[in-house]
């Protein structure tokens, strides 16, 4: 890919991610477990949304 579309796919990937963030009600968000694969377990959503955030902050300097 090239600059720009490395960027608009970022930015659209993010959008995208985000949306579905919102799209989950309050008990699914309480209850949802995810296995991230690299933790001892699976962790709920705001766990998830807290190590994406992470990730974005920490790569966004290079797209």
């Known amino acids: 890919m090239s600059p720009a579309q490395r960027a608009a796919g970022f930015i659209a990937a993010n959008e ?3 949306s579905r963030y919102e799209e989950l009600d309050a ?3 309480k209850e949802l477990k995810v296995d991230l694969g690299f933790l001892p377990m ?3 959503v705001g766990t ?3 190590v ?3 990730e974005f ?3 966004t300097w290079y797209v």
């Open 27 to 29: 008990q699914t968000r």
């Open 16 to 18: 995208a991610l985000v």
């Open 48 to 50: 998830v949304a807290g």
């Open 57 to 59: 902050a920490h790569h």
């Open 52 to 54: 994406r955030l992470t």
């Open 42 to 44: 699976a962790v709920d």
